[in-house]
C-alpha cells in the first residue's frame, strides 16, 4: 500500500514464473536433512533463502520466491493465512494428501506441505 495526499492506494501481488536458480526459501530454525535432500532431488540450481515462518509465503507470493518445501511437522494455524494471502496471489499449498481442508482432521498438525508459485510443476 501506498499513501499520498489522503488518499491509499494498492497493486496486486501474484506469484511470478520460476526464476534460474530456483528460488527456495527454507526455515531459518527448522531446517532438516529431508529438505536439504528434497532439494538436491529436484535436479536445478537452486538459491536457498531462509526466511520465518509466514513471511515464506508472502515471499512466493510477491514473486521474490519460487518454492517452500516444508518437510517436517506444522499446525494448520501457523500457516493458514501465508496459504491465503499465497492462494490469493496464483499460488498454491499442498501436502501428501492433496490440497488442504482446514479443520477436516482430527489433529490440527500437518506432516509436510509444498508451498510454490503457480507455474511451478510439482
Known sequence: HTYTRGQW???????????????VVTSRSHLSQETLDYVDSLGVPVQLIKAGSAS?????AE?????YPRLSPINEW???????VLEGAGGQVETDHGFISYGQRVSLRLMSLIARS???KP
Not at 492506494?9 to 528460488?23: A, G, H, K
Not at 515464506?56 to 512466493?60: D, E, S, V
Not at 501457523?78 to 491465503?84: S, Y
Open 9 to 23: 492506494s494498492s497493486e496486486p501481488i501474484s506469484v511470478s514464473p520460476p526464476q534460474t536458480p530456483l528460488r
Open 63 to 67: 514473486g521474490r520466491a519460487d518454492l
Open 78 to 84: 501457523d500457516i493458514a493465512a501465508g496459504h491465503a
Open 118 to 120: 503457480q507455474t511451478l
Open 56 to 60: 515464506k509465503f508472502c515471499m512466493i
